[in-house]
């Protein structure tokens, strides 16, 4: 049996408002300056502190460790990045796109204008096959028909995304850099003169402080592992989020309601879940609630269950390690679902 290719219908009806008027009366969208004055001390403390151990420890292999710990520290940033794109932090847009240049483009060296664009249509469209930017961009595919049509080197790396999956992702913090690279190149951003100069100031100093600091080799290894776990523990953040969802096409576009909860994963959480996603293992509300700040989802988690069992609208909430055998087994169903002769042209139909 092939996997879906489009939202169920369950739920379409059901009004978001309800849902609304009870989040904002039990004060869920309040601001939480307090819980993000200590979020910045101590993720500016996790990232001083790793790069004083690399200083501090100079020539050594022990470096690799180092790398671990620093790839662990640029992926706390890039959850404050997040949130901060989504208002979530400070009040005032000015604010708002200064601290997010500073997060993205100066720490990190990913434009933060091209993400803010991105992200906002994904989450308009979550995964939507041809308006979700997080679907358009992958190489891998989403649903029966992308892998059909794919054709050459991508053809056999659709065939093989299961396997591919984890290796694919520590080129993530590569592909992204890139795509930012290309949306600053062509004016997609508001300010491609700032953030091409911060991109280039982190890309400057990153280096001068590897190679400056470490023997070739030794510096290469250590941005191997950096990089890539970094791009891991991005995806590893992100893809349980949405893979393996229903997703859908053309047609009639749900109510916001259904839109967000059916195309969304939840993960049952702890505290220790909460720091590593970034509340993002609260999926199904970050996204019924963009605005909504970090340390509230949890509260909201309880208030959304609720109503989608009163509405009939199913909620799908796993553990981590379920969450990544479902995405891995959607993309093994998409890749064996491709003809087997997938890469050749298709023959002419009669």
């Known amino acids: 049996m092939e996997p879906t290719t489009t939202t169920p219908a369950s739920g379409v009806t059901a009004s978001f408002e309800p849902l609304r008027r009870a989040v904002r009366e039990a004060g869920l969208l309040a601001p939480r300056p307090a819980y993000y004055v200590l979020k910045f001390a101590t993720n ?103 892998a059909r049509r794919s054709r050459g080197v991508r053809a056999f790396v659709i065939r093989h995304q299961a396997g591919l999956f984890f290796p694919l992702l520590t080129l993530e913090a590569f592909g992204l850099r890139i795509a930012s690279a290309v949306a600053i190149r062509r004016g997609a951003v508001r300010r491609p003169g700032t953030e091409a100069l911060l991109m280039a100031v982190h890309l400057a100093a990153y280096n001068a402080a590897l190679f400056l600091t470490l023997p070739f080799g030794l510096a290469l290894a250590f941005f191997a592992v950096h990089q890539g776990l970094f791009g891991v523990y991005l995806g590893c953040v992100f893809a349980p989020n949405h893979k393996g969802m229903p997703v859908r096409d053309s047609g009639e576009e749900p109510g916001w309601l259904a839109r967000q909860v059916l195309t969304s994963r939840n993960i049952r959480s702890s505290r220790p879940h909460d720091f590593f996603y970034g509340g993002l293992n609260y999926q199904i509300e970050h996204h019924l609630f963009p605005t909504m700040p970090r340390p509230n989802l949890r509260r909201c988690r309880p208030l959304t269950m609720a109503y989608c069992a009163e509405v009939g609208l199913p909620y799908h909430e796993v553990s981590a390690t379920r969450s990544y055998a479902e995405v891995l087994r959607h993309l093994r169903l998409i890749g064996g679902s491709a003809v087997p002769d997938l890469g050749r042209p298709s023959p002419a139909a009669p």
């Not at 690399?54 to 022990?62: A, H, N, Q, V, Y």
């Not at 434009?111 to 989450?123: I, P, Q, T």
């Open 44 to 146: 500016t403390a996790l990232l001083a502190g790793a790069w004083t151990v690399f200083f501090l420890l100079g020539d050594s292999w022990f470096q690799l460790l180092t790398a671990v710990l620093l790839a662990f520290a640029y992926g706390q940033t890039g959850l404050l990045g997040h949130d901060l794109g989504h208002s979530q932090v400070v009040p005032g847009r000015r604010a708002t796109e200064v601290l997010g240049l500073v997060h993205g483009n100066l720490l990190l060296g990913f434009s933060y204008g091209w993400w803010m664009n991105h992200h906002g249509r994904h989450h308009s469209h979550p995964n939507h096959l041809e308006l979700d930017p997080d679907i358009l961009r992958r190489v891998v595919a989403f649903s029966p028909e992308q």
